[in-house]
């Protein structure tokens, strides 16, 4: 089994600045790994994913993410932020192999950008 | 385009009613999941199925049934509502590692 740790329930930071939100997992077996965003009021949407290869991983909006396995984490990190990165951001890891595409998801961080 | 439908964005039910929540995909997915999303729980895996009439209970099944008849649908039946069970319902389906969410039914339990 699989499970996953977001280190943060609440991120505020200025417009501009840097961000990173943590994520951290466990699993005995390989993983591909997730970040999803949620912007309020609306469903899920896909950030960017690890699968294999390089462990930096670039998805939509600016943002990155890098896979440390030694350390067991899938940080999410964007250099300068705008206020409509406002959402709640989930970090999600499945098993490789026949796991049937089970998600497991961390608890949520919502980011709120003050101008 | 892949389509994961929910058949309501909002739903108001009394406690003790029967609750019919379905799912449509349009790509032919073999495996389709329903979650709860709670705020500072994430999203909690209920029920998924691998194939037409093939289920197995997720993290949180209880005051749960699903329903899989055929395989672009997908059914959460919830037997007797409970105030408890108020929460944001999102279906997916997926070929892994690939999925698609649905935009969520809010159901409210009075």
């Known amino acids: 089994a699989q499970s996953v740790t977001q280190l943060d329930s609440q991120v505020p930071v200025f417009e501009e600045a840097p961000v990173e939100l943590r994520c951290n997992y466990s699993?005995?077996?390989?993983?591909?790994l997730f970040w999803y965003v949620q912007y309020p009021n609306q469903g899920l949407q896909l950030l960017l994913k690890?699968?294999?290869?390089?462990?930096l991983v670039k998805g939509i909006n600016g943002f990155e993410a890098e896979f440390n396995k030694s350390q067991t984490s899938f940080h999410l990190r964007k250099p300068s932020v705008h206020i409509s990165d406002t959402a709640e951001y989930f970090c999600?890891?499945?098993?490789?192999?026949?796991?049937?595409?089970?998600?497991?998801f961390g608890q949520g961080t919502i980011l709120t950008v003050h101008p | 385009d892949v389509k994961v439908t929910q058949s309501s964005r909002y739903l108001v039910k009394r406690t003790g009613e029967k609750v019919f929540l379905e799912c449509v995909q349009d790509m032919d997915h073999e495996n389709m999941f329903w979650y709860r999303q709670d705020p500072g729980l994430g999203l909690r895996l209920i029920y998924f199925s691998y194939d037409v009439k093939m289920k197995e209970k997720g993290d949180i099944p209880e005051g749960y049934s699903v329903s899989r008849e055929k395989k672009e649908r997908f059914s959460l039946i919830l037997e007797s509502a409970s105030t408890n069970q108020t929460s944001m319902y999102l279906c997916?389906?997926?070929?892994?590692?690939?999925?698609?969410f649905g935009p969520g039914t809010r159901l409210t339990v009075l």
């Open positions: 997916a389906s997926s070929l892994p590692p690939r999925r698609f």
């Open positions: 999600a890891v499945t098993a490789g192999g026949t796991s049937y595409g089970k998600l497991t």
């Open positions: 699993s005995s077996v390989s993983v591909y």
């Open positions: 690890y699968l294999s290869g390089s462990t």
